[in-house]
């Protein structure tokens, strides 16, 4: 996000039953797992860039205004701890929503912003390790659940994943220690846009829009969000790295050609 944007939120999420054919679930089962095998990498990514990381280092300021690497670091633990009860309540039906509150959710931001580096390691490693465990305890049915977003848009579970996908390499970003969008690897890059597009697809305020991305190898990859007819349909192009640092509002966009429209807040 750039110097305006507000502190990153993770959704509030509800269950919704949902009747899938056995082609739906394998489908969804399948789009989980692959979400899955990537957010391996960025885990260790994570681990990496934390590890380097000390006392003094986390008590500095990150690229989120108002926020040191310790609140991004609580976030992320918080997020991980946040999707695996909504995983929780997909498996069984019951209720488990992500957070109590906003305001609770927000509080233990700033209450676990002021712990040490080894302790914020240690809340890192176990969260992660939980939702690790949330995903492979998953039945395979499960994944075709539908969910809703804050904005009672349907998501299916298959798409958590990919939620804490992207959590975790921008945050990783925001961390502002040495990683940055270009370093993330492409096919990731192009996975987490598409991601990102298609959860822009069924946002009510936004018009019709598609992007096509630049890719290392000289290749391009275009999206489409369809959006509201009643708004100005736009194309946004340039390279992988700058479209997603864009669609993650990390970025004003200088490096992309075209109309770029006001986009929502996603992290």
Request: hydrophobic letters at 45%; glycine letters at 6%.
């Amino acid at each position: 996000m750039n110097a305006s944007f507000s502190a990153p939120a993770v959704g509030y999420w509800s269950v919704t039953a949902t009747a899938s054919s056995s082609a739906d679930q394998a489908s969804a089962a399948r789009r989980a797992l692959a979400g899955r095998a990537l957010l391996g990498e960025a885990d260790r990514a994570l681990l990496r860039t934390v590890m380097d990381l000390d006392d003094t280092a986390v008590g500095s300021p990150s690229r989120v205004p108002g926020w040191t690497r310790a609140h991004v670091l609580t976030h992320l633990s918080r997020q991980a701890d946040a999707a695996s009860n909504l995983l929780l309540w997909a498996r069984t039906g019951v209720e488990h929503t992500p957070y109590p509150s906003r305001d609770d959710r927000d509080a233990d931001i700033v209450e676990g912003s002021d712990r040490s580096w080894r302790l914020l390691v240690e809340d890192v490693l176990a969260s992660s390790q939980r939702f690790a465990h949330a995903v492979a305890n998953l039945p395979p049915e499960a994944w075709a659940n539908l969910i809703s977003d804050d904005d009672d848009q349907p998501l299916p579970a298959e798409e958590v994943p990919w939620l804490r996908l992207c959590e975790v390499w921008i945050h990783l970003v925001d961390l502002d220690s040495g990683l940055d969008f270009p370093d993330i690897p492409a096919r990731t890059a192009v996975a987490l846009v598409e991601h990102v597009m298609r959860r822009l697809a069924h946002h009510r305020d936004t018009g019709p829009l598609v992007v096509v991305a630049g890719l290392p190898d000289g290749s391009r990859r275009r999206w489409r969000a369809p959006g509201r007819e009643d708004l100005p349909a736009r194309e946004v192009w340039g390279p992988v790295a700058e479209v997603l640092a864009w669609l993650a509002g990390r970025s004003e966009g200088r490096g992309l050609t075209g109309r770029l429209p006001a986009l929502p807040s996603w992290f």
